[in-house]
Nanobody
Framework: VQLQASGGGLVQAGDSLRLSCTTS????????MAWFRQAPGKDREFIGT???????YSADSVKGRFTISRDNAKNTVYLQMNGLKPEDTAVYYC???????????????WGQGTQVTVSS
């Protein structure tokens, strides 16, 4: 499964962005999906996940600001990010696996990442 993340960019604090993750080949509906991020010099951090049935949960660090959703008809998973802060600056990765979970080892497939930069 090859995942393609897109939608990153340079924004100002308080702005919103929506990241997308899609794939060619196998449909995403058969996978639990997740978003992670990695800032320079830091470990890859779990943001949130959504199950095959559409149940989602987010990390406490982004809860209330970031929302994960999926559109199986479009074979796409989204990360809606509102109220962005400079500390949200990172490369954002989407991932696919059989079951949802808050750790990297749940996910066998990873996208290439998309850069999000938030200026103050």
């Amino acid at each position: 499964v090859q995942l393609q993340a897109s939608g990153g960019g340079l924004v100002q604090a308080g702005d919103s962005l929506r990241l997308s993750c899609t794939t060619s080949g196998r449909t995403l509906r058969t996978y639990a999906m997740a978003w992670f991020r990695q800032a320079p010099g830091k470990d890859r951090e779990f943001i949130g996940t959504i199950s095959r049935s559409g149940e989602s949960y987010s990390a406490d660090s982004v809860k209330g600001r970031f929302t994960i959703s999926r559109d199986n008809a479009k074979n796409t998973v989204y990360l809606q990010m509102n109220g962005l802060k400079p500390e949200d600056t990172a490369v954002y990765y989407c991932a696919a696996g059989l079951d949802p979970g808050p750790a990297r080892w749940y996910y066998a497939y990873w996208g290439q990442g998309t850069q999000v930069t938030v200026s103050s």
